[in-house]
């Protein structure tokens, strides 16, 4: 089963469910405006990919937090990852022990098809 994390109004989450809808592939969807997402689940991410990818320093989000200010480091923006959900590159894509963030049509043909 595919898991999807992010927020229905996102365009690239969008597109991602459009693939899953027109390839048949069954997935949920994790809502971060609905669900608490635990810090553990953000730890496990970081194990296959680099902060660098799964935090988003170009969301309305980060400006509106100011923490460009901040000069967060990695520890840092785990912190505020864990505090703030949106911070997160849309959408995290968990199936078969593999994590892919954000949305790439050819990634996701490789990927899924």
Request: with cysteine.
């Amino acid at each position: 089963m595919i898991q999807v994390y992010g927020i229905k109004n996102c365009d690239s989450v969008k597109k991602a469910l459009k693939f899953f809808k027109e390839h048949d592939l069954e997935y949920t969807l994790f809502d971060f405006k609905t669900e608490d997402l635990p810090c553990e689940k953000i730890s496990s991410w970081l194990e296959h990919t680099e902060m660098k990818v799964l935090f988003n320093a170009r969301s309305t989000t980060y400006r509106n937090l100011k923490l460009k200010e901040m000069n967060l480091d990695e520890v840092g923006q785990k912190e505020w990852l864990c505090k703030e959900n949106l911070l997160i590159k849309r959408p995290v894509v968990e199936y078969n022990d593999k994590v892919i963030v954000g949305f790439n049509e050819e990634n996701y043909q490789r990927s899924f098809l």
